[in-house]
Each structure stands twice: as C-alpha cells, then as structure tokens.
C-alpha cells in the first residue's frame, strides 16, 4: 500500500515538540516515577482495528497498559453500528472485546474526539506510543448531477440509521416508492438490499432500532436493483465458503442459466418483493421528478471492460439507460478522514501514510485497520492487520527506538479533558448503558434496544 518513497525514523533521531510549560509533561511526569517499566501506550478507536491492536498488546508484554480512546460514548465502531442486525453471529467478537477492556492493564474512555478535544501530539507526549485505529468516517461521493437531491442516501447513512448511529438517527429516509437502486455491489450493497426487503417480522427480534422497524413496516419498496459497473467477475461481495470467488461464480452463472423448478418458479412469481444485479452499469445523473423536489430515477451508462487481470476497467460504450426510482442509495466505498493537521494523510488513497504500520516521518505513531490499509476486507482481515502492527510496535519497543523513561498516560490526558470540560465514558459507564438497552429490548422480544440519544446516554449515567 505505501509508495517506497515513505521512510521512518526511529525517535532518537527527532526533535519532539514540548507542551506548553504550564502543561509540561515533565513536571507532570515527576509523580510517575513508578512507571518506567510499564509502556504506556495509546489506541485511537475502538471498532475492531482498535480492539484487536489492543488485544495483541497486552497479550505479548506482559506490563503494557493499554488506553482505548472513542469519540462516541460507546465502543466497538462498526461491529455495533455496521453489521447488519440480522447477522448477530458475527457481533459475537464483542464479547472477545470485552474481556480485552475489562483487563486491569485496559482502559476504555468514550465520548473523546482526538482531534476536537486532544490533539494527537498531546496524546504522543503522554504515551510512548500512539495508534491509530479510528477507521472511515465518510463514504466516497458519486460526484454526479442530482446526488443532493432529496432520496439520495449514502449507504454508510442508511446502514447507520437502521443500526442506530446518533449521527444518523434522524435520517427519515422515504420508503414509499416502490423501486430503489443500490449503486456499488460490495457486501453493505447486500445488506442493505436484504434489510429493505426483508419481511419486518423477520426482523423484529433483532437489534435494528424501533425507527427503522417502523418505516420499515410502512415501506412500499418492492423492488431493488444492484447496480455495478463491471461485471459479475469484478463484484466486491463476499460469501462463506472454501474458494469463494469460484463458488460464487458457480452461484451467479446457476442463478442466471437454470430453469426453476416448478415449486421455485411458483414461489417467485407469488414473490411480493425481488431484487437483481445490473451489470456494466454506471451512474451519470440521478434524475428529478417534475417538480425537481425528489429523486426519480438514474441514468447509467452502459460500460464495457477494458484491460486484463487487476488493470481491468470499465469504460462507456456511448449508450444510456434510464432507470426510474424513488430511493437511491450510494455504496461505491467508504473512506477515512484525516483526524489531526500533525498526521500525514494521503488523500488520494484516503489512508495514513505507513510502512508496516509505523506512520511516516511520526516516530512513535502507528495505524491500523482501515485508516492504514484502506476500507477494504472483513473482520478477520482487519484482526490480522491489527495483530501485524501490534507486532512491528512491540519490535521498536524492545530495539528501544521508543522513548524511555515514564509517561503519565491517562492521568496527564484526563486532567486536560477536565480542563476543557470533556467528561470521558469509562467501560463500566458502558455497562450500565448496555444492561439499560437489554432492559429494554426484553419488552419486545429483542436482544437490546439501542441508545439514540448522546445527552440521554450522559443522563442515564448521572452527568
């Protein structure tokens, strides 16, 4: 992922920049004398790049403390707010989590935006290392006529909405059309076609939010078209199988060639609701209605591909298609934010610039998961990421290009939070919320019903 030109430096050869002496971390540091044997370091997120750097940290050094910092007051980032809620099998990891913040060498402390609140050099200054882990925040823009027009939705903002993310909790999106369009097919491309599609009864003993259950019963969408602009060999799905890229053709071509039989022919011809892939398909304008107030329908582009292998792409053929819709929801990529003006931040690629996970010309600072590779691969890939730069941050340490003696760590940070009048959410914090959203799921049937509300969230906890 890094271009060669990328180099790091180990600490000894920096100058680092001091705080201000009435915050000087050395005199601050005089009360820390104990700590010199302990590393303090520092994780920025606490979805699964987070959870997992942090994990491999305390599991190999048997003294490191490890402080999870969250911008929102509860943690495990897109495990809570992206898997989709009629797949709980795969939000069993936060339990893994759990154990990793409930060790007396992890602390957990939401509702701090690094960045907003602590800039990244103040975190350097108080740890000995400093991770990145806060993953993409934003989704790639269609960067076409009519994307603001009223029914025009990010996929990441309707994945957020129905998963209960408090910046998205007033979404409202209208389901009363009777056709969407999904432009991109990668996995949240199926999640949000089956969510749109799925029976709401089926749905109603999971952890979608009460919101989207509701507009979901009132919803009119009867049928979603998957729009990509490659082929079936380039989709960006994902299944569970061994050799999943071939099962999967074997899937598609037998879908696409067989004939049903007759019980599976009449059981999609009584089908309510259906749903199919586009291919070489690529948006040009969503279209307005007459009155110019909504979305009507998108133009696409009929692409052919050109190249071989990974150089493949598709290119316009000179033909277009119209396609009328009431709901357009875009979901060609999500994509990382630079967090801090001291981080170097590649744009193009929408990364952390890194080699192995050590970000360049920082000493001291690390990435990983999406931030340093990209918004790409499952859980798993971003477990073994994580685990990689865990392993390459414990190398410096033990080759000592990390800085000796003590840090203060939290005590230095949380000090300054209250300063600024930032009031940190602590694990335990998080339980009592948790046991709050299960307490009120249990009246109708659900696992747990989620917390919307940031300021009832600090009410709930006395603050």
């Known amino acids: 992922m890094a271009p060669r030109c990328w180099r790091w430096r180990p600490w000894s050869s920096w100058t680092r920049t001091r705080l201000p002496p009435s915050r000087s971390i050395q005199n601050f540091g005089q009360h820390f004398s104990t700590q010199e044997q302990t590393p303090q370091i520092c994780v920025v ?26 911008k929102q007051l509860v943690p495990f980032g897109l495990v809570r707010f992206g898997v989709a809620p009629d797949h709980p099998e795969v939000k069993n990891v936060i339990n893994t989590f759990t154990q990793t913040a409930r060790s007396d060498r992890c602390a957990f402390y939401g509702n701090v935006e690094v960045g907003r609140d602590v800039t990244v050099q103040e975190l350097r200054d108080a740890y000995h290392a400093v991770v990145l882990s806060y993953g993409a925040e934003d989704h790639q823009a269609l960067d ?61 003993k999971t952890d979608i939010t009460e919101a989207a259950l509701g507009a979901l019963r009132q919803s009119r969408v009867k049928t979603v078209w998957i729009v990509g602009r490659r082929g079936p060999l380039q989709v960006a799905f994902t299944i569970k199988a061994a050799r999943p890229r071939k099962r999967l053709m074997e899937l598609l071509l037998r879908t696409a060639t067989e004939k049903p039989g007759v019980e599976e022919a009449a059981r999609r011809a009584s089908a309510s609701r259906a749903w199919g892939l586009r291919f070489f398909r690529s948006p040009q304008q969503v279209l307005p209605s007459p009155d110019g107030r909504r979305v009507a329908g998108i133009r696409l582009a009929v692409t052919r591909l050109e190249g071989i292998g990974e150089a493949t792409r598709a290119v316009p053929t000179g033909d277009v298609e119209d396609l009328p819709c009431g709901l357009v929801l875009s979901s060609i990529g999500y994509k990382s934010r630079p967090i801090d003006p001291s981080v170097p931040f590649d744009p193009k690629l929408g990364v952390v610039p890194n080699m192995e996970g050590r970000v360049v010309d920082v000493p001291g600072l690390y990435c990983s998961g999406w931030v340093k590779r990209g918004p790409t691969g499952v859980i798993t890939t971003t477990m073994t990421d994580s685990f990689l730069t865990g392993q390459i941050l414990l190398q410096d340490l033990k080759a000592g290009h990390l800085p000796s003696g003590p840090r203060p760590g939290s005590a230095f940070i949380k000090a300054l939070l209250d300063s600024r009048g930032v009031w940190p959410v602590s694990f335990s914090d998080w339980e009592k919320l948790d046991a709050e959203e299960v307490s009120r799921g249990q009246a109708s049937g659900k696992p747990r019903e989620k917390l919307l509300d940031p300021q009832e969230m600090l009410r709930l906890l006395g603050h």
């Open 144 to 204: 076409i006529p009519g994307e603001e027009l009223p029914g025009v939705f990010s996929a990441r903002a309707f994945v957020g909405w129905y998963n209960g993310l408090p910046e998205n909790r007033e979404l409202a999106p209208d389901l009363s059309c009777d056709t969407a369009v999904i432009l991109g097919q990668g996995n949240v491309a199926l999640d949000v076609a089956r969510i749109l599609l799925t029976p709401p009864d089926h749905l109603e």
């Open 45 to 70: 997120g606490s979805g699964p790049a987070g959870f997992y750097t942090a994990q491999h940290l305390l599991k190999h050094h048997s003294r490191a403390h490890v402080d999870i910092y969250e």
